[in-house]
């Protein structure tokens, strides 16, 4: 769209002016001396996402990381303010949850003195009421675009009440074993501001979350202001400001310039450079995948020693290591690193381009063959996906498989992906996964899913996960999904390349930021001095 190239010619612009000149804007210092209390983020994404709960997600897991959750709460969260553990799921809108004898109810006890930020009371009502509008088409207030985006983390929902006015009970097909986990996604609006407001809610978004609307110039600029009365106490931040900036050379310019006091996603090229002028680079392992998947119905990928052979010819630790500078791990099989799916024994693949050979001549492809993949330009999770893809495409080339490369912009991409389609009739797809919604190990490999775009089948992996739906107990339904790893990597459904380490770039001004194993992020401890 034209503003789109109007904004990117704009910030190329500064980013040669900043890189080539050493020019730095005089008006961004002096905002920054007159704002000390305000973050300036500069994301992936090439929009900034929408405001409306469930679709904070159209930029990917980036627009639920700083939209959604500033914005909203679920009756869960994740613990994001430790760096060591995993995050596991803690009470946010409800103090405490349990299973009902049945095994087909959990009952949530609400927080008691939560207001939305319009002044609306939080209660049992408020709940119901946005259940309706992800689940119910009879309600007014249903909405279909929002309920499509909440599907992943309602499928397993066949009914809801209130108990009373600080208890909900949610019923369930069958045993649901992840809800209070799929439900941190699920945000909890103002039932006041969406009956005001209806279709145009996502222009005046009213939440619980730690900050509220103030402004947006679309494919610009969000402004949110603290919430001072955020349950959990107001954020030590006076304003959040997020821009989307996909280029990382632009992002860098934008963060030397002091336009942004935080970047995600830094190219690795300059990660030296910024750690010896005083910035904190970040990184962290949290669940994340970057894979190619393959559309195993096609010749010659539906032969399972062409699959393997792919895994076998990519130098991943090269790869990681040296142009990656150690911003992402090897992914030797399906789980990530940070999954508690992950189990070492489950490590498959190893660079063993002879390996990769013989399997090639074994299913008939002695001199290899050619193929296709699209991949996105930029994007949540999608680290350098440019240069990454292009160094797997080098790997490949050496054992006689010569790839066509087709980039796509990210949000054309999801929107793709979510409909089932490998965009551009690509022979595969590379995009960023994450398995820390649970639902997505059924999305992903359950034959038959529409999400399951490489179209992947395995009756021992659908029992599995049919059996991960009944285990209440997350450790043990962990080493359900360990299981399906296993399978998987050896099936060689996907090409499994790298594990993100989330890198980001902080000013010396940002001060109490934990970086948690996580997509997310907790943002009412930050400040900017």
């Not at 193929?371 to 160094?391: E, H, I, K, L, R």
């Not at 359950?446 to 009756?459: K, L, Q, V």
Request: charged share 15%; aromatic share 10%; net charge neutral.
């Amino acid at each position: 769209m034209p503003y789109k190239h109007a904004i990117r010619i704009a910030i190329s612009l500064l980013a040669f002016c900043v890189v080539a000149t050493g020019c730095e804007s005089q008006d961004a210092h002096h905002a920054a001396a007159e704002h000390p209390g305000t973050l300036r983020i500069a994301m992936t994404a090439s929009d900034i996402p929408s405001l409306d709960t469930s679709l904070t997600g159209n930029q990917g897991y980036e627009g639920s990381r700083f939209v959604g959750n500033s914005l909203y709460e679920g009756l869960t969260r994740y613990d994001l303010l430790q760096s060591s553990k995993i995050p596991g799921v803690v009470s946010s809108l409800a103090e405490s949850w349990e299973l009902a004898p049945s095994g087909t109810q959990w009952i949530f006890h609400l927080r008691n003195g939560v207001h939305f930020t319009d002044g609306t009371p939080f209660n049992a009502d408020a709940v119901i009421f946005n259940l309706d509008r992800y689940l119910n088409p009879r309600a007014p207030q249903y909405n279909v675009s929002v309920a499509g985006r909440a599907a992943l983390s309602l499928a397993g929902v066949s009914g809801y009440h209130a108990v009373d006015e600080q208890t909900v009970a949610i019923d369930t097909k069958g045993v649901y074993s992840h809800l209070p986990e799929d439900l941190t996604m699920v945000y909890i609006a103002s039932p006041t501001a969406i009956t005001k407001w209806g279709a145009a809610f996502g222009s005046h978004p009213v939440g619980t979350g730690p900050f509220v609307f103030d402004s947006m110039r679309r494919g610009q600029q969000l402004i949110l202001r603290a919430n001072p009365n955020y349950w959990r106490g107001a954020p030590k931040l006076q304003k959040l400001v997020l821009i989307p900036v996909p280029d990382a050379s632009s992002r860098l310019a934008a963060i030397r310039s002091h336009s942004v006091d935080w970047a995600e996603a830094p190219n690795p090229d300059d990660i030296k450079w910024l750690a010896s002028n005083g910035y904190d680079v970040l990184t962290n392992s949290y669940d994340h995948v970057w894979p190619w998947i393959f559309d195993v119905r096609k010749k010659p990928l539906s032969d399972v020693r062409v699959r393997q052979a792919l895994n076998f010819a990519i130098n991943r630790n090269s790869i990681a290591n040296h142009l990656l500078a150690s911003t992402a791990d090897p992914a030797d099989q399906v789980a990530p690193r940070a999954s508690l799916a992950y189990h070492g024994s489950n490590d498959f693949y190893d660079y063993d381009p002879a390996k990769a050979r013989r399997l090639l001549a074994e299913a008939g492809y002695p001199n290899g063959f050619s193929m296709s993949v699209s991949y996105p330009t930029s994007g949540s999770g999608n680290m350098q996906p440019g240069s990454m893809n292009q160094a797997m495409q080098a790997d490949l080339a050496r054992i006689g498989v010569h790839v066509n490369l087709k980039p796509i912009e990210w949000a054309a991409m999801l929107t793709s992906f979510s409909s089932g389609r490998i965009p551009d009739e690509a022979d595969a797809i590379n995009i960023s996964l994450t398995f820390i919604q649970e639902a997505f190990w059924n999305l992903l490999f359950a034959t038959g899913s529409p999400t399951n775009i490489g179209r992947y089948s395995n009756p021992d992996v659908d029992a599995l996960l049919a059996k991960s739906a009944t285990v209440v107990d997350p450790g043990a339904r962990s080493a359900v999904y360990a299981q399906v790893s296993g399978l998987l990597t050896r099936d060689a459904a996907w090409l499994t390349a790298f594990n993100d380490r989330n890198p980001r770039v902080l000013s010396p001004a940002v001060r109490g930021f934990i970086q948690p194993k996580s997509w997310f992020v907790d943002l009412t401890t930050v400040s900017v001095v």
